[in-house]
């Protein structure tokens, strides 16, 4: 009976875990990616050219000067990688990032930050 | 003369022709409408392979609640509600993928057991009238639903997603998109044959379920389930717990019901918040039927006996009657139709056979009382 | 001490009441280890109360508990319920079969105490998610039946057996108990051939001589006689005498069970008619009604007479009526006024002019939320078309309101029915007024020949005669013949002419109403002489 008890709560314990690493691991996170000028504090990065991006070995597509897109990301950590783009070649010259999200975040990276090896290319938001 | 002939004995393959009265006529039916239907050997077998993926494991559902002698559960309804409940929640939390479905089956489970144990103590107290009471009390749980999914939600229940919320800020949509797990699971283990997509994970899930059946007919629950199906009374004054056991065989129906529910809405990867469950029953209900599974008998082979004739003739029947008279506008209405056809034909099938054998059965303890005692 | 260490039951000064009603008084038995006891009694003499506080059955609770009290295997028990008492080692096997008949004998044998094998979900779900452990079930099974020493197939579905072969089922289900210690028997081999009887009796013999005690209950005296170790006998819910088999003769039992007669005759009426016209001839009766079959009974009844049936409870006596008019399946051979009568017909029968009186007032004989002149020309309508008015040549038909009542208020004037009024509804009118107006419905029908079953039960005792009177008097007065079937041999014998014993379904003799009693319980019993068999041919 004893052992019952401590099976049944050891197992329900077990559920709920599991629910919260599932919600953890299959939470959807949006990610904005951005190829404009950034300012942080008196440095002002620009955005001078554009980029291939992939997010998490995921093509999000080309991103010009100026522009933006949006990613939706799954789960924890991340990666994102841009590669410049010269008169329609790939350069071959590729940036990559890694960075983690706590479950109700959600993100805007810059690439000319990024290109940059500022310390905070990302901002994240809840 | 005068007496009644209801009791004379059958030739056995008459009683077989009676027996399976359902699924031959569906065969026969099928057979003239798939030439009619003039579909590709290749598309139907795609359609099918969807289908058994699709409906077998809301129809294994059914076979708890027959062993323990309570008909078809019509109340699997209230599983499948459950199943709902927890891909709204899932999809307004945005959890993608299979964890997002295993998240889905956590967050409906305990969902499903209150429901299936409300549902069980309903069912005791319309004992030999389950089926109806069971029909009845899905209308009525459905009406709760509505209200619980149309007003309690984004008032009690918050809902954040506004992408699931009616415009007026409480109350989920009609529709929800369930991009995030469709077909999740179908495409877990991928394997094309030709052009065809075999759903393997989705098959794997099917077959631990049959296994699991089997499984369970083998243990003492099982085996009580049996009992108590077979003869109520007998069961009680063998010392088993009748009520609690036929409450429990709606429980496990109905949690299976909504894992069901579940894998049903990923593969089609759209959810109609209000109607995706009302037919649940019904349907899943004809399927096993035309299986050749009867009210007191169904077991894994009839589920899909019964998922092959009914939906090939889901396949073809639009087509078929396409070809017969230009209209393809058959459609649901010509599937509920024949689901309900099926299920009261079944039954009253069922009723007529169930007086002939207490009628065979009572002449043959006449005549051996008679054997022994007349000189 | 010592003696007392000898008994595994005894039940001391018990008594019991149901609702004021002393059924048992200040009951004394003892059972000693491997003892074979007979229990025999009439109907109503409290044997199953008896048994049903022994097993702490919930009726026996509900109904305010026993006084005395009961100890078994050297402690006090007060059961709480049918289960405790089987945990502690006492097992019942019943009259009727208590299966699962699409179970296999192994599987009915070990019903609800299969062994299991472990299995890893019953640590989170219960000892009920073990899987059945199908090897040791067989074992087990195999066991108890080689005890009964009958060859049986245990992998055989019960459904599928020899029916003589199901009421071993039973019994081997308790001898697999390891820790039975008593069984009771109540009435197992009332449905069993006399070769079968045998090998049951065998097997209790063989159960005995391990040290299991037995209670058998049984009408079939011949039987007790032979197997058992000691009789009681019990009458009117008291001990009325302990015998031994071996210093008693049937005549003896059956005079302590049924009693002696106080006066002589209670035969009213004082010289027998001689009648010698048959009106019903009944060859060979077969009828299927649940508990109360009939197996092949012949016997012919005079135009005119009162014909009375008697026998024990259970052993057909209801059961020819309700097979005759066609409220239970019937077969056999029925001549009325020399004609062949079609069986399974009711409302065939109704109109060849026999009509019934059923035992079951409320469920067959009255509509009880119809007024009276309803209820009593009802049948009368659907069978004779009688109070109907018609036109048009009997297209349009509708009924006759004042001949309806006309006729309600002659029987309730002649029967002396007590109502307000003929329109008073019927569920107002007490036990004895109800009896009367199924009576009356009856006759209304102007039948040649009534059955009537168990007319004085559930009445109180000045209704009674006032019901048996009125059947004399319809007899006399109109010459319609009564076949009255009942428990009760004291009204039986107050107006039957001639009276036949029914036992286990058929006709075991017919005796004058002013036979001694102890010849009517001998029949009752089973035991047939030659000379009784000789009145009524
Ligand atoms: N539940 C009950 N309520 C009222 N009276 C009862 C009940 N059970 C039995 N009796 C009465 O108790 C008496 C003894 O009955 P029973 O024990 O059944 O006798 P037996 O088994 O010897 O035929 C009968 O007069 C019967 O009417």
């Not at chain 3, 040791?136 to 060859?151: C, H, N, P, Q």
């Amino acid at each position: 009976m004893r052992k019952q008890i401590i099976i049944r709560t050891a197992l329900v314990t077990a559920l709920i875990l599991i629910g919260i690493f599932l919600y953890v691991i299959g939470k959807e996170h949006k990610v904005v990616i951005d190829n404009r000028d950034i300012s942080i504090g008196d440095i002002t990065y620009s955005a001078s050219t554009t980029y291939v991006v992939w997010v998490d070995n995921q093509e999000i597509g080309v991103i010009k000067k100026g522009e933006r897109n949006a990613a939706i990301v799954t789960g924890v950590s991340h990666k994102i990688v841009v590669e410049e783009i010269k008169s329609n070649v790939l350069t071959g010259e590729k940036h990559e990032k890694r960075f983690r999200l706590k479950t109700n975040e959600s993100a805007t990276v810059n690439i000319p930050a990024i290109i940059n090896n500022a310390n905070e290319w990302i901002d994240k938001t809840n | 003369m005068r007496k009644k002939s209801l009791t004379k004995t059958m030739n056995p393959s008459v009683l077989f022709l009676i027996n399976y009265a359902v699924p031959i006529i569906f065969i026969i039916l099928i057979a003239f409408a798939i030439p009619l239907s003039g579909l590709s050997g290749l598309y139907f077998i795609r359609e099918l392979m969807i289908r058994l993926s699709r409906n077998s494991f809301l129809i294994l559902a059914l076979l708890i609640p027959v062993m323990a002698g309570m008909g078809m559960n019509f109340s699997i309804v209230l599983g499948a509600m459950a199943g709902e409940i927890g891909l709204i929640f899932i999809t307004d939390w945005q959890i993608v993928g299979i964890s997002g479905m295993l998240l889905a089956i956590l967050i409906s489970t305990p969902i499903a057991v209150l429901l299936g144990y409300f549902a069980g103590i309903v069912l005791n107290r319309a004992k030999g009238r389950e089926m109806v009471t069971g029909f009845m009390l899905a209308f009525f749980m459905n009406g709760i639903y509505q209200l619980f999914v149309l007003f309690g939600m984004g008032n009690i229940i918050p809902i954040s997603n506004s992408s699931i919320l009616l415009p007026r800020g409480y109350g989920i949509r009609n529709t929800i998109n369930l991009l995030g797990i469709r077909q999740v699971l179908d495409k877990l283990i991928p394997l094309k044959i030709g052009d065809i997509l075999i759903p393997v994970a989705t098959f794997l899930v099917i077959a631990t379920l049959c296994v699991f059946i089997t499984w369970f007919r083998k243990t003492k629950l099982g085996q009580d389930m049996r009992t108590v199906g077979q003869d109520n009374e007998v069961a009680r004054v063998s010392g088993i717990n009748v009520e609690n056991t036929r409450v429990l065989s709606i429980v496990i129906s109905t949690v299976l019901a909504c894992y069901g529910q579940i894998l049903f809405l990923q593969n089609i990867g759209t959810m109609n918040t209000y109607q995706s469950h009302e037919q649940v029953g019904v349907f899943a209900i004809a399927a096993l039927l035309v299986g050749g599974a009867s009210v007191a008998k169904a077991n894994i082979p009839n589920v899909f006996i019964g998922v092959i004739l009914f939906h090939t003739m889901f396949v073809v029947a639009p087509r078929a009657g396409k070809a017969l008279m230009g209209q393809a506008q058959l459609g649901e209405y010509f599937r509920v139709f024949v689901s309900y056809g099926v299920i009261a034909f079944s039954l009253a099938l069922y009723a007529w056979r169930k007086r002939v054998e207490k009628e065979n059965e009572r002449k043959k303890i006449m005549n051996y009382r008679k054997s022994i005692l007349a000189k | 001490m010592e003696s007392k260490e000898k008994y595994l039951l005894r039940m001391e000064h018990v008594s019991k009441d149901f609702y004021g009603t002393k059924v048992l008084k200040n009951i004394n038995i003892s059972v000693k280890s491997g003892e074979i006891i007979g229990l025999v009694g009439e109907n109503g003499a409290g044997k199953s109360t008896l048994m049903n506080i022994l097993f702490g059955n919930p009726i026996i609770h509900e109904t305010g508990g026993f006084e005395g009290k009961i100890i078994f295997d050297g402690k006090e028990v007060n059961f709480a319920s049918p289960f405790d008492a089987i945990n502690a080692g006492i097992g019942m096997v019943h009259q009727e079969f208590i299966f699962i008949p699409g179970f296999t004998a192994i599987e009915n044998i070990l019903l609800n105490k299969e062994p299991t094998r472990y299995s890893f979900f019953s640590e989170i779900f219960g000892d009920k998610l073990n899987v059945l452990n199908r090897e040791e079930m067989k074992k087990r099974a195999i066991e108890a039946i080689k005890i009964l020493g009958i060859e049986l197939n245990p992998e055989i579905i019960v459904k599928e057996m020899p029916v003589g072969h199901k009421q071993f089922i039973e019994i081997a289900r308790e001898i697999d108990r390891k820790l039975l210690k008593l069984l009771v028997l109540d009435e197992p081999t009332a449905v069993l051939t006399e070769s079968e009887a045998d090998i049951a009796m065998k097997a209790i013999k063989k159960l005995a001589a391990k040290g299991v005690s037995v209670i058998f209950i049984s009408h079939r005296l011949q039987e007790i006689l032979d197997s058992c170790d000691r009789i009681i006998v019990l009458k009117d819910g008291s001990v009325q005498k302990e015998l031994i088999p071996s210093d008693t003769n049937p005549r003896e039992v059956a005079e302590y069970m049924i009693g002696h007669e106080l006066t002589k005759s209670i035969w009213k009426s004082k010289e027998i008619r001689k009648i010698s016209e048959t009106i019903l001839e009944v060859n060979n009766l077969w009828v299927d009604m649940p508990g109360e079959q009939v197996n092949g009974a012949s016997f012919k009844v005079n135009k005119g007479e009162i014909f009375g049936i008697g026998g024990l409870t259970g052993q057909g006596k209801l059961g020819i009526a309700n097979g005759i008019m066609g409220l239970h399946p019937a077969e056999g051979e029925v001549k009325f006024k020399g004609k062949p009568i079609f069986l399974n017909n009711s409302k065939y029968v109704l109109e060849q002019g026999i009509a019934f009186v059923s035992e079951d007032r409320r469920g067959l004989g009255l509509i009880l939320d119809q007024p009276i002149f309803k209820n009593i020309t009802f049948t009368a309508m659907q069978i004779k078309d009688m109070f109907l008015k018609s036109l048009l040549g009997g297209l349009i038909k509708w009924s006759d309101d004042k001949a309806m009542f006309k006729i309600t208020r002659e029987y309730i004037d002649a029967l002396q029915i007590k109502c307000e009024s003929e329109k008073q509804l019927v569920r107002e009118l007490s036990g004895g007024n109800q009896q009367k107006l199924c009576m009356a419905k009856v006759f209304v029908l102007q039948p040649e020949l009534i059955f009537v079953s168990e007319p004085t039960r559930g009445i109180d005792v000045g209704a009674k005669s006032l019901v048996l009177d009125t059947l004399c008097e319809y007899n006399r007065k109109y010459g319609i013949t009564i076949i009255m079937a009942s428990s009760e041999l004291v009204e039986l014998r107050a107006i039957c002419e001639r009276i036949a014993i029914v036992d286990e379904g058929r006709i075991s003799g017919i005796l004058p109403p002013t036979a001694e009693l102890v010849e009517f319980g001998l029949l009752m019993l089973g035991i047939k002489s030659k000379k009784r068999e000789t009145i009524g041919k």
